[in-house]
């Protein structure tokens, strides 16, 4: 309990303290002009309330990223706590707030451009494909789990019919929930952001914080649950040889601690704030909130079992399936309503994670291609394509698949954004290394993942892996520190 709640007092007061000072070094200028008042389209332009967007903000960000994840996560240990802290307040929160201001200053603009903007032209094509076909996966993963728990609930009250296998292995119930599903991220998708966004998400943004707290008041005040103290750096995964902490740790647990899928939502926001004032409540805070939403459920997750052996010996039972292991702990602790509005609010983050990914690619694409989105067809060209494409993601790849890519992805995505803040930072010639340490170290566990995740080479020699992985990223550094003294030279 002790390690949990110095980890707690360390994320609030980093909001803070560390958030602060991020405001200073970016020089927050509340009377500066932003992309709602300048380019103003009725469509993703519209202005809206702070704490309205700070809920979307979480709620986007957040899916099932902080929940399963961190369950999933916490098999680690309470080296988990530590890294959720280390990684939220340095370099999660971080990586979000400068990217979101980068943005809010640059007229909205994507992801991609940015990249380009700071890294080069050839960076920018590159993460216009990287960027959107990972959003095309995201939306798929956050499609399909929804729709399997949909399914389960509805099955005892369904037609044996509907049950029955139909296209891909699937039954027709799962089939016609996942048509609804993707009906839906249609519509809101081409929907002006004010019109279900920003109406019906800040509800459930405020459902996911309900979780959460409720999950906290069982962890203070039932005594039957202690949550295990850090102790050391061990990794208490059951097979942790497969499964080393650097670099499985940091992308098993992505949402709460750094996750760069979070780069790509955040300039949706950034054209819907009213004043830079906003940046450090709805970007840093909204991740810093995401990270004691991760640090309860790890904690949970290693304390309703009675310890992490005891965790890991569920994950194996259940096959890895944390919906399943989150509904036991909310039915035991939380009672039979509560877990109910547990499945809601899981069913939710999800879907709408999903739905503001294909947000997400359609105005990367727009952006790219110069298309402007006040015209509804305009907005169905392409939108179409982008959802032909999540189908047959999710009729050719099985979730367990499309999550290990997604979670290696997701994190890659977060090595360009920390790069391109970095050289944000070079060009302005202050606080380089705020950037800079961050970049190192999520390029090195993106690299070491390459040559020892068996996804990808699966390197029995560990050694070797790392020191491979180690070259990769100082070859990426320098390519990054080239950039930087070419764009000095010519700024001279």
């Given amino acids: 309990m002790i390690t949990f709640l110095i980890c707690l007092s360390l994320l609030v007061g980093a909001y803070f303290l560390y958030g602060s000072y991020l405001d200073r070094k970016m020089g927050i200028d509340p009377k500066a002009p932003v992309p709602s008042q300048t380019h103003y389209d009725g469509v993703d332009y519209v202005p809206m309330p702070r704490w309205r967007i700070f809920l979307i903000q979480l709620l986007n ?27 939220g307040v340095f370099m999660g929160a971080m990586h979000d707030y400068v990217a979101g201001v980068i943005s809010l200053r640059s007229g909205g603009a994507n992801l991609p451009t940015l990249t380009g903007t700071y890294l080069g032209g050839r960076a920018r094509i590159f993460m216009l494909i990287f960027s959107a076909a990972l959003m095309v996966l995201v939306g798929a993963v956050f499609m399909s789990q929804p729709a399997e728990l949909i399914a389960a609930d509805l099955a005892p009250i369904v037609p044996d019919g509907l049950l029955e296998e139909g296209v891909g292995g699937r039954s027709w119930l799962l089939l016609i929930v996942l048509l609804v599903i993707m009906a839906y991220y249609f519509l809101v998708t081409m929907m002006p952001i004010d019109k279900i966004v920003g109406r019906l998400y800040p509800i459930f943004g405020l459902l996911l914080l309900v979780m959460a707290v409720s999950v906290f008041g069982v962890l203070i005040f039932n005594g039957n649950y202690h949550i295990p103290e850090l102790t050391s750096l061990a990794n208490n995964r059951f097979d942790a040889e497969n499964f080393p902490i650097m670099p499985m740790l940091f992308t098993t647990i992505a949402c709460g601690a750094i996750s760069g899928f979070h780069a790509t939502q955040s300039p949706i926001m950034a054209r819907c704030m009213k004043s830079e004032r906003d940046c450090r409540p709805i970007f840093y805070g909204a991740m810093i909130s995401e990270s004691i939403i991760a640090l309860i459920w790890a904690a949970i997750g290693m304390a309703f079992w009675g310890g992490v052996e005891g965790l ?26 509560m877990s109910v509005v547990v499945v809601i609010g899981v069913v939710a983050c999800a879907i709408t994670s999903g739905d503001t990914a294909f947000r997400s690619a359609r105005l990367i694409i727009a952006d790219f291609i110069g298309l402007s989105q006040k015209k509804y067809i305009n907005r169905a060209i392409i939108c179409v394509p982008l959802f032909v494409a999540a189908l047959v993601i999710l009729f050719c790849l099985p979730f367990q698949t499309m999550w290990s890519y997604f979670s290696w992805l997701n994190q890659v995505l977060a090595c360009f954004t920390l790069w391109t803040i970095v ?27 390459i040559f020892v995740s068996p996804l990808l080479f699966g390197m029995a020699n560990r050694t070797l892996a790392y020191l491979l992985g180690g070259v990769l990223t100082i ?8 950039k930087i003294r070419v764009d000095a030279k010519l700024a001279a």
């Fill in 423 to 449: 050289v944000y930072f070079a060009r302005g010639k202050r606080g380089v290394m705020i950037g800079l340490i961050p970049a190192l170290v999520m390029t090195y566990v993106c690299s070491s993942y």
């Fill in 61 to 87: 960000i957040a899916g099932l990223g902080p929940v399963f994840g961190a369950v999933l996560g916490a098999a680690y240990g309470p080296v988990a706590f530590l890294w959720i802290t280390l990684g």
């Fill in 312 to 337: 890991n010996e569920a994950i194996v039972a259940n096959g890895g399936a944390a919906a399943l292991l989150i509904d036991e702990i909310t039915t035991t602790t939380l009672g039979s309503v």
């Fill in 475 to 482: 070859a990426i550094g320098a390519m990054v520190w080239h």
